[in-house]
């Protein structure tokens, strides 16, 4: 650590402290990355999710890994959901 009156040596990277800036979101305006991902995601879940349904539609009762599996793609798809919505970029834009 340097005393807080010492210059910084040439090329060297100055990072911000605590509170000084807020921190960026990730898909932070552009609404055709958004869209991109989160109907990505969307696409992903409903391809996961086909596959034990497939078998249970054959008659076979759900195995373990099968409701492991569709419990998982209706995580992918909430995320997808979730990154489509944007509610937290929504809150941050109502704030003066």
């Known amino acids: 650590m340097s005393p807080p009156?010492?210059?910084a040596a040439p090329g060297a990277v100055s990072v911000p402290g605590?509170?000084?800036a807020s921190p960026r979101p990730l898909l932070s305006g552009c609404w055709s990355c958004r869209l991109l991902s989160g109907a990505g995601?969307?696409?992903a879940a409903i391809w996961?999710?086909?596959g034990p349904r497939s078998t249970m539609r054959k008659g076979v009762p759900p195995s373990?890994?099968?409701?492991?599996?569709i419990i998982f793609a209706a995580?992918?798809?909430a995320w997808g959901i979730i990154i489509l919505a944007d509610p937290m970029g929504k809150q941050r834009?109502?704030?003066p």
């Open 48 to 50: 996961i999710y086909q």
């Open 18 to 20: 605590p509170g000084s």
């Open 64 to 69: 373990m890994g099968a409701l492991a599996q």
């Open 93 to 95: 834009r109502r704030e």
């Open 75 to 77: 995580g992918v798809g």
């Open 5 to 7: 009156g010492a210059e």
């Open 41 to 43: 995601l969307l696409m």
